[in-house]
């Protein structure tokens, strides 16, 4: 069934921001300061489970200094298909996402205590901005709280309350939550308090369209606003995951939510904890995924991989002599299927570190040794550049062209609407910067590379905007 747009909107808009995948040294935890639980019997209740993890589950206030926070709308070609349709039907509601920003005020999350020392795990959008930021345990005791340090590609961030006091605790698990687990969520939804809903484990390595690393738990516990940075408890009483979004039609719970995986969470603590902020490997590429109809392009016997279709202006995959239309199927002895693979295997990575990366490239097999860098705070600048005077119309393609005004690329100036170029997203004002793997600066130049082209289907490297992407359609349409 396809969700409605309103839900699609509702998902976005509580779902936050994004998650990741690394593998740094693990931080080590002792466990249960106030002792150990053997895992309970579900149909006998969940009080034992409750009476032993409350205490460790605290109310996050936070008080907001004014600053306008400017939250940039969703990357439309980054999101999943239904809520990238969605987008492309209802451009007004996707504005609603810009300039958004938080004014003076209050606002209230949940947390959880980690170690005796008080380090406290929640979401970065809770403690975002903070002026002021105090906990609160759920029999009473208030205290107030550092920002060690916030992760925006997770949605994670960790707290130190300011107290010699020793603090009960949890323990994050190293065992990954398995689809059909009971689970319990605590949090403080609505600024109720304490409030406690158990489930199941729905499903996993869920991908909302929040960011580059998305690896969500899905959880039919109830988790509602003021839920986000609470934990989800296994029967044995240890963190699987931090609730942190919702899909939902009215912003209440309906049986979908999303969890950050306690994996994700022992990597981003350990990294907040010893330098306050992330590190990530990185490797400087424009990635996209393969299709049916690029495999058959480029030769690929099976779809999977992730093609390059930019690289960033002197990047370790630059150096290292990767180039566009590239197809990586292996990473550091990790097998590629899809684009969310590449970003985490590279992510794991230490910055430099080599790693083999082993690639397709005008269809021969080739391995490539790559020093990985230092993820940017920024979005770097991509290396590849074009931006219109003769026009030439492509019928077969569904195309008109002109010379694009630098002469670096094909300026598309028409698209019928009925032609396999516009069902593959082609539209006015695009750039052709290759056919067939051949640059083209002048409109004969399409027609050149189609005939040397064997199969039945040609290969495009098309900019729409900042981004590049690959593309392949039929040689002829008729």
């Known amino acids: ?63 907001f200094v004014a600053a306008a926070i400017t939250e940039q709308a969703p990357d439309i070609e980054n999101l999943p298909p239904q809520f990238r349709e969605f987008f492309e039907q209802n451009p007004q ?9 938080r004014r003076n005020g209050m606002a209230q999350g949940s947390g959880f205590v980690i170690s005796a020392d008080g380090y406290v795990v929640t979401n970065n959008h ?19 709280a550092k920002v060690i340090g916030t992760d925006p590609k ?15 605790f949890v323990p994050i698990t190293t065992d990954e939550a398995k689809v059909g687990d009971w689970v319990m969520a605590v949090g403080n939804p609505f600024g109720l308090g304490g409030t406690v809903t158990a489930g199941i484990v729905s499903a996993r390595g869920r991908d909302i369209g929040s960011g580059p690393y998305d690896d969500y738990l899905q959880i039919d516990a109830s988790i509602n606003k003021g839920n986000s940075g609470g934990p989800t408890f296994n029967l044995e009483g240890e963190v699987v995951g931090v609730n942190t ?41 424009q990635i996209q995924p393969v299709t049916d109809e690029l495999a058959e ?28 239309g590239d197809t990586i199927l292996k990473a550091n002895g990790q097998d590629i299927d899809d684009v969310k693979d590449l970003s985490k295997t590279v992510a794991s990575v230490k910055p430099g570190a080599s790693i083999a990366v082993e690639i397709l490239r ?27 005077k003769k026009p030439l119309s492509l019928t077969d393609l569904g195309l008109d062209v002109e010379q694009a005004e630098d002469g670096a690329g094909l300026r598309i100036t028409k698209v019928n609407p009925d032609s396999e170029a516009a069902k593959r997203g082609l539209r006015a004002g695009d750039i052709i910067l290759e056919v067939a793997g051949n640059p083209v600066t002048n409109p004969g130049d ?17 900019r729409q905007g900042d981004t590049q992407r690959y593309l392949s359609l039929p040689r002829d349409q008729g």
Not at 129 to 143: C, I, S, Y
Not at 455 to 461: P, S
Request: aromatic fraction near 4%.
């Open 446 to 462: 399409i027609a050149q590379s189609i005939e040397k082209v064997k199969g039945k289907r040609v290969l495009m490297l098309v």
């Open 126 to 144: 809770v403690v975002k901005d903070a002026n002021t930021v105090k906990v609160r345990f759920q029999k009473g005791g208030e205290f107030k």
């Open 362 to 388: 005008d269809g021969k097999p080739e391995t490539i040794q790559v020093e990985i860098g230092t993820m940017p705070g920024e979005a770097p600048k991509m290396a590849s550049v074009g931006d219109s």
């Open 154 to 168: 997770t949605d994670l961030a960790l707290l130190k309350i300011e107290s010699d006091k020793s603090f009960d």
């Open 93 to 101: 509601f996707r504005d609603q996402f810009k300039d958004r920003g």
């Open 245 to 285: 979004a919702i899909f939902s039609p009215s912003g209440g719970s309906v049986g979908i939510g999303f969890a950050i995986p306690a994996s994700v969470v022992l990597d981003v603590v350990e990294d907040l904890k010893s330098e306050g902020k992330v590190t990530r490997g990185w490797l400087g590429v």
């Open 297 to 324: 392009s480029l030769g690929l016997s099976e779809v999977k991989g992730a093609i390059i279709s930019d690289l960033t202006e002197n990047s370790p995959a630059l150096k290292a002599g990767l180039k566009q």
């Open 1 to 63: 069934m396809t969700a409605s747009p309103k839900s699609l909107l509702s998902l976005v808009a509580v779902s936050l921001l994004g998650a990741t995948l690394l593998t740094a040294p693990q931080i080590s935890l002792p466990a249960f300061a106030q002792g150990t639980i053997t895992a309970i019997d579900p149909t006998k209740g969940f009080s034992t489970l409750v009476e032993h993890v409350m205490p460790s589950v605290v109310s996050v206030e936070v008080e």
